[in-house]
């Protein structure tokens, strides 16, 4: 086979001989869809310009896994119908929710700082003395300045850093309940046969609920063809898994409520009381009880 990542919906399908089979409906990994029917990648072909080709003849094709199964189906004697309906699996996976930002910033601000400082202070003072005469060492008659020096502290400015708190952050777990909602399909069979089986039982209730003038009423003008979608319905709602485990008057609500909305007997007019006994009859058949 080669290429599959050209094929798109809408692509004609031809069998080995060139017979169409149809349209391509759905393309997926591993498979596509034409005319309801799955067809495998690896049992396809080619594909071209003109369309996708299978390996088989095109009648055999469509044909042949109806076919296989019909005729296992025989040999065994039983048929299996799958129920087939979709359940939510719900994981859990680390990941990122969210962050918390800390963040820093500088300014600037004048800070006064009080010191005391000592210095010298340089007194002058002159004296008299009584006149002696000069001394060893003494300087006369030479001209220049005597320094003094002066001495005192004079402040020295310096900064340094040092840390005055923490801002800590620490992280902690919790747990929520959440409620994940999705769409899930789900099929029902309708078994018929038995249905058909249980028909004359029925057409038989019908027809002694006119007898007895029940809440049927003797002047129902209706035949049992008008009144049985109602057994139908009743049978069908007992088998259905919606209503699992579930007894009539529990799911009465409901049964009445689908009914007035979907079904087409409820255009007769008929009020649920009117109907309910032939609806409660479908379903007991059904679980088994009449």
Known sequence: MSGFENIHDGMMVYGADNQPLGAIEDVKRDRIRVNGRDVSRDDIARVTADGVY?????????????????????????????????QLNVQKREGELGAVDIRKTVTEEQQSVPVEL????????RRNVKDRPLREGDDAFNEGTI????????????????VTGEVVVTKGQTTERQEVRDTVRKQDVDVDENYRQARSGFQEHFNQRGQRGGKRGRNDQRTFDQAEPNYRYGYQAAQNNRYAGQEFDQAEPALQRDYQRDYQGAQTGDTWDQLREEIREGWDRARGRS
């Open 54 to 86: 299978v390996r088989g003849a095109g009648a055999d094709y469509m044909q042949g896994t109806a076919m296989r199964e019909g005729t296992a189906m025989r040999d065994r004697g039983e048929v299996a119908v799958p129920v087939v309906e979709e």
């Open 147 to 162: 320094r003094v020096p002066v001495r005192g502290e004079e402040a020295v400015v310096s900064k340094e850093a040092v």
């Open 118 to 125: 000592r210095r010298e202070e340089v007194n002058v003072e």
